[in-house]
């Protein structure tokens, strides 16, 4: 049976502005155009999991005034019954402006997604079993509780640790407990920085290298832009390196279809690195849920392998290369499909047109 992904999920109410450039300090610019859209890292990426194909349960907190955007993480096939709404707060709210080029500048305010709490994760996980699935971003409170309490359960942890602060590691002792970590090239320079003190790097493999041996993590993943994306797997210990991969629905080549390649390393760790997906330039509008969108394909796609290969269910060094290399290839091609439209929600693919265009290598 596939693991479930229980995303303990931020919530928010986007409000999106298009703008000639981002605004400066002391300027004032005219918006040309403005939306309001479901949003928040931990929504995004529940919706991405969901259209995916994977079971979602979404864990969260809204305020009356975001009941509307419960609604559409419902209707994007994610349950809901873990989403409490509060009479005496708010709920998240982004403040996002899109430049002409379609990068983004963003500001939060947390509302409601700062009452999650260590007792919330504690009734959700009850619900939960070894193998399945937590997938959690750093916009809500009782992180780390949530993080030990999944890690003591034998729930498999998904951390995207965005936003990120300059002591992280200080505060965040509960990274030796995730078993994937994804995060972007910033996020993974500064964890690089509280680790080893460089000043700065473009080599993402040696700083992902770093990260990696002083976590403990099966898999880092560090997402690059428009520079595609690298993997570091460890490489499975007693049998797992024999997990069969079975086919999926559609033939997703796991290196090769995507542009990447992949090599062993005498410390036994397999890097895997990936171009990103064919979207011209002159296609990308708003880039402000391709991370997100990336992560919930993602885990998706690694849950449904488990499924596929139930040997490797609840093994923390059991994620083979093969399993990972096929999800960043899926992640990469729903997050290159998502630059392609506004918003957050709104522009998170479907699985089947993800499919088509790893296929056909074309998005219109």
């Known amino acids: 049976m596939q693991p479930r992904v229980v995303s303990f999920a931020s919530i928010n109410v986007d409000e999106v502005y298009s703008m000639p450039r981002i605004v400066r300090p002391g300027e004032t610019l005219t918006s040309t155009r403005r939306q309001q859209n479901a949003g928040g890292k931990g929504a995004n990426a529940s919706v991405a999991a969901a259209r995916a194909g994977a079971p979602v349960h979404v864990v969260g907190k809204i305020g009356s005034d975001g009941l509307w955007v419960r609604d559409i993480i419902e209707h994007a096939g994610a349950n809901v019954s873990l989403v409490g709404a509060l009479d005496d707060t708010a709920t998240g709210r ?47 409170t009782a992180v780390a509780e949530a993080i030990t309490q999944a890690h003591e359960i ?18 965040n002792r509960v990274v030796g407990l995730v078993d994937v970590l994804v995060v972007n090239e910033s ?105 997100d969108t990336w992560v919930g394909y993602f885990v998706a796609e690694l849950a449904r392998a488990q499924g596929e290969s139930p040997e490797s269910i609840g093994a923390r060094a059991a994620l083979t290369p093969a399993m990972v290399g096929r999800a960043m290839t899926i992640a990469t091609y729903a997050s290159g499909i998502s630059v392609t439209r506004m918003g957050a929600v709104p522009s998170i693919p479907m699985r089947e047109e993800v499919e088509a265009f790893i296929r056909t290598k074309r998005h219109e």
């Open 187 to 291: 996020e993974l320079l500064r964890l690089a920085q509280q680790i080893s003190g460089c000043d700065s790097s473009d080599d993402y493999e040696v700083l992902a290298r770093q990260v990696m041996k002083e976590l403990g993590c099966s898999v880092v993943v560090a997402t690059l832009g428009s520079s595609g994306c690298i993997g570091l797997v460890r490489r499975p210990t007693s049998n797992a390196h024999s997990i069969p991969i079975v086919g999926s629905s559609t033939d997703i080549s796991i290196v090769s279809g995507s542009g990447g390649d992949d090599t062993d390393d005498i410390d036994g760790i397999r890097v895997i690195s990936m171009s990103c997906s064919p979207i011209r330039i002159d296609q990308v509008i708003d880039t402000t849920a391709a991370g």
């Open 94 to 140: 982004a403040i996002i402006q899109v430049d002409a080029n379609g990068e983004n500048a963003i500001f939060l305010f947390p509302g409601a997604n700062h009452r999650l709490t260590e007792t919330d994760a504690h009734r959700a996980f009850a619900q939960f079993a070894k193998g399945d699935w937590l997938l959690l971003t750093n916009e809500t």
């Open 154 to 171: 034998g729930i498999q942890v998904l951390w995207n640790p965005a936003p990120m602060h300059d002591d992280f590691l200080l505060t």
